[in-house]
């Protein structure tokens, strides 16, 4: 077979040991702004910016919510990201209609992996070309989990998917040990400092108008917003930008 002749389908292996049509799905998700997530023992929130596709049209938003406890963020193709979070909503529709409860983290995540999965041992179906970063509450405390075209789901402390997402990580690890008993504001804050490393790499600068920030709730409503209701956030951001506050 030819060298390209190894992905006109999902269920080929190349002489590597890869499904290439996996792989350029992997690739796909680090093309989108980057999205962060980070949780503490009591709270989780998912920060982002909103995307243009190009310099004339709005700001859309990156957030979804699933559920009062479960949000998601996510990087790579847009309309993946929309069937998969209507599935994840229809999933937790029904555990209330049946059990008059919502569907644990861990619940959600199997079905994320049932549905993917298939897609990548199937010959007439490709791989999701997104990878989806969620937040959220059951049970057993806050999550954080992070999907991956292939199929594969990962728990985390604090994570970052897309585009420049390693200057991200490289923050989360160097402050990680201060996560565990951080209030949902410094947990917002850390999250924007995180984002900042990105978007000055993209020779962007992070305004209040931008920035997305999704915080699921065990009681009461959960919240998608901008931070322009927020002036000790706005103002945070401002000097963040400003570059007064980087570390």
Known sequence: MSGNSYDLDVITWSPEGKLLQVEYATEATKQGSCCIGIRSQKFAVLVTTKKAVDDLSYLTSKMRLVSEQLGLTFSGITNDAKFLSRALF???????????????????????????????????????????????????????????PSGEVEEYEAFAIGRHSQSAKTYLEKNQSAFAECSLRDLKIHGIKA?????????????????????????????VAVLKSDAHLTSKVTNLSSRKELE
């Open 195 to 223: 984002l900042l490393k990105t978007t000055t790499e993209d020779g962007q600068t992070l305004t209040p108008e931008m920035l997305e920030i999704c915080e699921p709730s065990l009681e009461g409503s959960p919240s």
């Open 90 to 148: 229809n999933v937790d529709a029904y555990y209330q209609y049946l059990y008059r409860r919502h569907a644990s983290m861990h619940t959600m995540m199997n079905v994320y992996t049932s549905i993917a999965q298939t897609n990548t041992i199937r010959s007439d179906r490709r791989p999701f070309g997104v990878s989806l970063l969620l937040a959220g509450y059951d049970a057993y405390g806050p999550h954080i989990f992070e999907t991956r």
